[in-house]
């Protein structure tokens, strides 16, 4: 039986995608390939994109396998308390992909006044 050193996935929608300003704490990560996800929709923060799990016309994510220690710095970047997830500006909720199921990070705060983007991406 092999070990699989990446066992977690993650989908990501904004500053850790291919070229933007996060993607180094992926540094290490597989990349799976890209999905579009009808589950989720985007809201426009400004400098980030916040996520909500309500239904849109496909928001496009790159999907990743991780370490369990990637997954933990994504956690500290996305501000996402494990064992108070209320408590936290990102939630992390699993999410049926293409490449299987994936962690996204959901936005806590509220997001009224900000940008819904239902399709594409940010």
Not at 39 to 67: F, H, W
Request: aromatic share 10%; charged share 25%.
């Amino acid at each position: 039986m092999a070990f699989n050193l990446h066992p977690h996935r993650v989908a990501v929608y904004g500053t850790l995608k291919r070229g933007r300003s996060n993607h180094g704490f992926l540094k290490g990560a597989r990349y799976l390939g890209t999905d579009r996800l009808v589950t989720i929709t985007l809201y426009d923060l400004g400098p980030c994109p916040a996520a909500r799990m309500e239904k849109s016309q496909g928001v496009e994510v790159e999907v990743y396998a991780v370490t369990p220690r990637g997954l933990n710095r994504l956690d500290q970047l996305e501000e996402h308390i494990p064992r108070s997830p209320e408590r936290s500006v990102y939630d992390r909720k699993e999410v049926g992909t293409r490449h299987g199921p994936a962690w996204v990070y959901l936005y806590n705060l509220p997001v009224k006044g900000f940008r819904r983007i239902v399709r594409g991406g940010w």
